[in-house]
């Protein structure tokens, strides 16, 4: 088992940019990581994610915005939000799967002016 602690969420102004970190109470080496998001009202969704190699995939939504990396010996990642934009405003979870799925317990960013 693995435990995940989200941070580094906040408010922010249209335009700016947040980092999320996810660090992990034991070794990710072999777990894929990745973020997804929940708006108020909707369903969860996925926004990117990385394998234990450190191959990245974002989704359309968010590409050229959002970057996902990680350090397994940090057991630790994060995601680099540029250019955000009021409709990311959500609460952000990090998310490990290997033979099963763990969850953070997620972290609030709003985007408002």
């Known amino acids: 088992q693995v435990q995940l602690v989200e941070s580094g969420g906040g408010l922010v102004q249209p335009g700016e940019s947040l980092r999320l970190s996810c660090e992990a109470s034991?070794?990710?080496?072999?777990?894929?990581m990745g973020w997804y998001r929940q708006a108020l009202g909707k369903q969860r969704e996925l926004v990117a994610t990385i394998t234990p190699g450190g191959y990245a995939t974002v989704g359309d939504s968010w590409k050229g915005r959002f970057t996902i990396s990680r350090d397994n010996a940090k057991k630790t990642i994060w995601l680099q939000m540029n250019n955000l934009k009021p409709d990311d405003t959500a609460v952000y979870f990090c998310?490990?799967?290997?033979?099963?799925?763990?969850w953070g317990q997620g972290t609030q960013v709003t985007v408002s002016s």
């Open positions: 034991g070794s990710i080496v072999i777990f894929v």
């Open positions: 998310h490990a799967r290997r033979s099963g799925d763990y």
